[in-house]
């Protein structure tokens, strides 16, 4: 008799899979219980000891996969899984699935486990963990959890890795690449990038590439939602470094440094992310480049900061060069940047600096230029909020000939050696008696988006930016943090 021809998914393009009832019947006759005896532990009052996790109730993108089903699992589940150890201790709830089904039968074996490594050994593998979990089978109890999934690459010893460690590389790996379309070797371990991390930016590249090349055939700008998306895709790092961004509760913020940087030891390179993941920069880059108005179209920068929900407190850069440019991003609200326009660091006490001098700018809906050496600060926000700083480092001019044609090639408008820094913003003036602010020149701009974005590739460029004097809005005084 031929076998059964596989239907083409509408979704994938691909054979959908065939389920096979091989063994069902087995698997009936192996039953631990009968039907009536399993609906005894399906109260609701039961299942309320047994809640799912409560990200499983926020709406994921669908992301096609196999024979057009949703995809893989949440990724919330993939950072908590892959953090079990052999000696993570669990349990499981109590006959969660039905009576009949092949399932049933593993379940009711590998749920005796009490750890990880019991239930490894019970014939239960890391994509019923993931399952499981998800559905509020499992319940973790303590035991040894990694504060960040293992990564193989800092394992001196290979031979110390137990069977539950092996046996979560090698799945966690798969289970990425499905998930994000990519290949087994695009997910090999590198310095620096934990495998979550390192797919979540080859998916965002490889969107940024397609963008791209579509804002090309189309003739059009890359637009807000394209690099919304190429951003909330982005995996961001834990940045420790950035000490005087810090809000008072937090130890860390989700912010990467993309293009040139000069490290701890004084060397002037392009960040590994950069070399790595170029379609991404350009994006950003072609983003910017293609909105610049008449006022600023001579802006250079070598640097970006991107950042991911959280609010700056007041601070000042440490040494960059000439004016930065700033936009937000995401579905948020609030959120506003804060700046001290005629701040020039000679007031150290960032709490006594004169509140008339704060100017308050909505970055979602325009693009601000400032001086990142001056004060300034961001407010409290709801939702997602990212953030783009485009801006020019300190030694900048220091740089070699291949990390300036290294920038160039990804769109990145290079300042020249001998630049001068006050072309498009004046000096801050300062707070001295006597001094008129107002004479000093303009020293911060912003320009509407709903203007930059009619622009068209090669149009003349938007006019008659704000200076600091034309507000949005004054707010009340932020603190800074101690």
Same mark, same amino acid.
């Given at each position: 008799m ?11 393009g ?16 192996a ?46 589940t ?6 079990w ?25 590998y ?65 990425? /690449?499905?998930?994000? #379309? ?6 090999? +371990?590198?310095?620096?990038? !934990?495998?979550?991390m %390192? @797919? ?54 989700w ?68 004016? /930065?440019?700033?936009? #937000? ?6 959120? +506003?940047?804060?700046v001290? !326009?005629?701040?020039? %660091? @000679? ?80 000096a ?14 303009v ?11 009619r ?14 004097k ?13």
């Open positions: 031929p076998g059964k021809t596989a239907e083409i998914s509408s979704v994938t691909k054979p959908k899979m065939i389920r096979s009832d091989k063994g069902r019947e087995e698997a009936k006759k039953a631990k219980m009968t039907k009536d005896e399993w609906m005894e532990f399906q109260t609701q009052s039961f299942s309320a000891k047994w809640p799912k996790p409560p990200y499983m109730n926020e709406k994921v993108a669908v992301r096609h996969i196999r024979d057009g089903g949703e995809g893989a699992y949440r990724d919330q993939y950072a908590i899984v892959t953090r150890t052999e000696k993570t201790k669990i349990q499981y709830r109590p006959h969660a699935k039905a009576p009949g089904s092949k399932s049933h039968v593993r379940y009711e074996e749920a005796e486990a009490k750890t990880i490594g019991e239930s490894l050994a019970l014939g239960s593998y890391p994509l019923d963990w993931c399952y499981d979990y998800e559905h509020g089978f499992i319940k973790v109890l303590g035991g040894e959890i990694r504060d960040e999934p293992l990564d193989p690459t800092t394992v001196e010893d290979l031979h110390k890795l137990t069977n539950v460690d092996n046996c979560l590389l090698q799945w966690y790996r798969r289970e990425l /690449s499905k998930k994000y #379309g990519l290949n087994l070797q695009d997910l090999k +371990e590198i310095t620096g990038e !934990p495998m979550m %390192r @797919a979540h930016r080859l998916h965002a590249d490889k969107h940024a590439e397609k963008y791209l090349a579509d804002a090309t055939r189309e003739r059009r700008l890359i637009n807000d939602e394209e690099v919304e998306f190429v951003l909330s895709t982005w995996g961001f790092a834990r940045n420790t470094t950035r000490q005087n961004v810090l809000p008072g509760d937090k130890e860390w913020v912010s990467d440094t993309i293009g040139l940087l000069r490290d701890r030891c004084g060397d002037i390179h392009l960040t590994k992310a950069t070399v790595r993941y170029p379609a991404v920069v350009a994006i950003l880059n072609r983003w910017l480049t293609e909105r610049l108005p008449k006022e600023a179209e001579s802006f250079k920068f070598t640097t970006l900061n991107l950042n991911k929900n959280y609010a700056a407190k007041r601070h000042r850069d440490g040494n960059n060069f000439g004016p /930065s440019m700033i936009k #937000g991003f995401g579905e948020y609200k609030q959120g +506003e940047l804060s001290f !326009p005629s701040d020039d %660091r @000679a007031v150290t006490d960032l709490d006594k600096l004169p509140m008339d001098d704060r100017v308050t700018f909505d970055i979602k809906n325009n693009l601000v230029m400032f001086n990142g050496n001056s004060a300034h600060e961001v407010d409290d926000y709801s939702g997602d909020r990212y953030s783009i700083v485009y801006f020019t480092i300190g030694c900048h001019s220091k740089m070699t000939d291949e990390c300036r044609q290294g920038l160039a090639k990804i769109g990145m408008p290079v300042p020249a050696p001998d630049e001068d820094p006050r072309s498009l913003l004046a801050p003036p300062g707070y001295s008696k006597g001094k008129s602010r107002s004479a000093s020149g020293t911060v701009r912003s320009w509407a988006m709903k203007d930059l974005n622009r068209k590739p090669g149009s003349p460029t938007v006019k008659n930016g704000q200076d600091s034309k507000v949005i809005k004054k707010t009340q005084k932020k603190p800074a943090a101690s």
